[in-house]
């Protein structure tokens, strides 16, 4: 009865909340469902109790199943959003587990997450706690599991794996830093064979962490039931829980369509921007990043240039990525490479005697705002942090330590609460001497190789991956809260974190370290399936590409970079007068249509994994303007494409122009006004020839 009542009071609920209601309505289904854990009862004959479950442990006295019987749900309302509790107790043990399930009424993402706590005898073990463990109901024979995968350089894959018959597909992230690598912890569940971007029923699940992660599809012998589970990798050893203390896991965030899988990824970078990127929709300046333009090697005047150089080219801010700190023989310079200086959070003065404070103000007598590299969660063996307090990096007992990046590299233990308030205090004096730091891009440049922590007791080895996060989370939050006029950019390695869980604390991610644009279209394609195009940096590099020595057309470069937040990584004395000239009028037209891209519904037209050629649409919610890019690969010879753009007004009238010229060198023949119905239907031709051709078109509504 009272179960009943709840659901009714959760449904009335989320019934006032108008396209929440409809579009919600099946993942807040399924957050709702059944939780699998480990030894529930199940009406499966064969199986008797649950042993593929999300929640499983090893109870204080050794016993290993649960047994969760509701003993309490609860809704509370806002008039933003619902949010479901449910209390669920061990029959015998005194174990809680708690759920959570918070729709929003101005999108169809759904959150959940759960709370284990005890009051057994000792500590409990936690041998998977995941955030969603439900069986979905689909009536189909072919499940697929939609993943991003990779590596440094080489992000976001898109593989799409069959879930056969009695088989599980498994995707972990194992590296408890550079998380979204190897499994980004963000998967569509794809039921049915016909499923494209606009057909088909599609469950997305993701979770909000950038940890080690888990996320499974299982489909049981006669391939009826589908399971899918999500949450904390728990591979890497079991998590010691203690009485009295909760164990809260990370958000999944569930999103249904019927729609195919443009709509979930729509769904995805509305509910990002509106509900966890802390400058929300707020237009991400257009920023010139050191790195590429000079490495190591810079002096105050270099940056002078570069500055000088991007405020011609009409951009907004000025970073300066790595190389500016450290102090005497640890100092980081050009000569040391990435062997010193991490850990000591000092400017180099032999580098830059003027200070960071100084170089910000330079960069406003330039009309730029000013942003700064850090590396927090790492330092060097090379370091006077690591020389003072040799316990404060990850190691384990007995064995030499493994160094990353450098060969001097090793990852600070963040689950010591000292580590944490010493980085804090060090990091809030740099920023405190630039009173007007607008941007820090927080890189990490290494996985957990030391699994081992002098902090935590030898008992509880394996909870750092956990503690890990939660401690990384924590310093987010410490730095966010004092200073939240400051936008931060994730960055591990490129696109190593390029997940929910720093999105909470951050505004955008580098999606990776590989600027060749060829390839940054796959790459590009892959984010754009969870991430919003506002939170994924992307920057108009040299050419030759410093990575992949490919040579390609400024203009391809600039838009391939203008589908996501444009930058700019090079040094611009070394652009030609004429190249500086056909930047500035690119990054004009990236500003008008900032707003579109930025805020817009994406449309992914066409996809570079089945053509030599990609193409993407965004379109403004008020459906009034439109930025259509159609990107080519290694054409041979020319290929006429017609490409119908979706999502606009069938009545009103457009006017399509093409934007980001070279003079003389049009893609298509457009006509004066055309419809939405026409744009839609008919679409428009677009003719791209050769290696590395591209075009980028405006579409605005006419006046009536
Ligand atoms: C990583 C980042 C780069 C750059 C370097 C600096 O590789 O991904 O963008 O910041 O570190 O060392």
């Not at 040299?542 to 203009?555: D, F, G, W």
Request: glycine share 8%.
């Amino acid at each position: 009865m009272k179960l009943t009542k709840g659901i009714a009071a959760f449904a009335a609920a989320v019934a006032v909340a108008a396209f929440a209601a409809q579009d919600a309505g099946r993942a807040t289904e399924l957050a709702l469902g059944e939780y699998l854990a480990f030894g529930q009862l199940t009406k499966d004959y064969y199986e008797a109790i649950v042993k593929h479950a999300g929640l499983q442990v090893i109870h204080a006295d050794g016993a290993v199943t649960l047994r969760l019987q509701e003993i309490g749900r609860e809704v509370a309302t806002t008039p933003v959003s619902s949010s479901t509790t449910i209390r669920l107790k061990d029959e015998y043990y005194p174990l809680e587990v708690t759920r959570h399930v918070k729709t929003w009424n101005d999108c169809a993402a759904v959150e959940t997450w759960v709370e284990i706590r005890h009051a057994e005898t000792g500590p409990i073990k936690l041998i998977r706690a995941d955030s969603i463990a439900t069986p979905v109901a689909a009536s189909t024979n072919a499940v697929r599991v939609l993943s991003l995968t990779g590596r440094a350089k080489n992000e976001a894959n898109v593989s799409e794996s069959r879930v056969v018959k009695g088989q599980t597909v498994e995707l972990i992230s194992s590296a408890g830093t550079r998380d979204a690598w190897e499994a980004n912890a963000a998967m569509m569940v794809l039921f049915g064979e016909d499923v494209d971007e606009e057909r088909g029923a599609v469950l997305g699940v993701a979770l909000e962490w950038a940890g080690t992660s888990c996320s499974r599809v299982r489909r049981n012998w006669d391939g009826k039931r589908t399971e899918v589970f999500a949450g904390v990798d728990m591979t890497t050893g079991p998590y010691t829980l203690d009485p009295g203390v909760t164990f809260t896991t990370p958000k999944a965030i569930l999103v249904w369509s019927e729609k195919g899988k443009g709509e979930v990824s729509r769904e995805y970078h509305r509910w990002a921007r509106r509900h966890l990127m802390p400058h929300g929709d707020a237009l991400h300046p257009v920023l010139l990043n050191s790195w590429e333009g000079s490495y190591f090697s810079f002096t105050e005047q270099t940056l002078l240039d570069m500055m000088a150089g991007v405020k011609e080219m009409g951009g907004e801010m000025f970073v300066l990525d790595d190389g500016w700190f450290g102090r005497g023989r640890y100092a980081r310079d050009e000569t040391n490479r990435a062997t010193a200086g991490l850990g000591d959070w000092c400017v180099n003065t032999a580098k830059l005697p003027h200070g960071l404070g100084w170089l910000a103000e330079e960069a406003a007598k330039r009309g730029l705002q000013f942003g700064l590299w850090v590396e927090p969660e790492m330092a060097n063996t090379n370091s006077w942090l690591t020389q003072e307090h040799p316990d404060w990096f990850l190691q384990e007992k007995g064995r030499p330590v493994v160094c990353g990046r450098g060969k001097t590299q090793v990852v600070l233990d963040l689950t010591n609460p000292a580590v944490r308030d010493n980085l804090f205090t060090q990091l809030d004096a740099v920023y405190s001497a630039i009173p007007s730091l607008a941007y820090v891009k927080w890189d990490c440049n290494a996985s957990i190789h030391n699994p081992g922590s002098t902090y935590l007791a030898p008992d509880r080895q394996p909870n750092l991956w956990y503690d890990y996060t939660q401690g990384y989370n924590e310093l987010l939050a410490r730095f966010q809260a004092k200073r939240p006029q400051i936008m931060v950019q994730a960055c591990a390695s490129g696109g190593g974190r390029m997940d929910f869980g720093s999105l909470r604390y951050t505004d955008e991610f580098w999606a990776s370290d590989c600027t060749d644009p060829y390839r940054r279209i796959f790459i590009q394609w892959g984010a754009s399936q969870f991430y919003p195009a506002s939170a994924m940096a992307c920057h108009v590099t040299a050419s030759p590409n410093h990575q992949t020595k490919r040579v390609t057309p400024l203009k391809y470069r600039f838009d391939v970079a203008m589908t996501g937040r444009l930058g700019f990584e090079l040094h611009p004395k070394d652009l030609s007068a004429e190249e500086v000239a056909f930047a500035k009028a690119a990054v004009a037209d990236y500003k008008r249509i900032r707003p579109i891209v930025q805020r817009g519904d994406l449309y992914r037209l066409v996809s570079p994994y089945e053509k030599p050629f990609s193409s993407l649409l965004y379109v403004s919610e008020s459906k009034d303007s439109a930025a259509v890019f159609a990107l080519g690969l290694k054409i041979d010879g020319e290929r006429v494409e017609v490409l119908k753009l979706r999502g606009l007004n069938p009545d009103a009238s457009y006017s399509v122009q093409e934007i980001n010229c070279i003079p003389g060198r049009h893609h298509a023949k457009l006509p004066a006004a055309i419809s939405g119905r026409d744009l839609m239907e008919k679409g428009i031709t677009v003719r791209l020839s050769g290696d590395y051709d591209s075009a980028v078109f405006e579409v605005a509504a006419t006046a009536r």
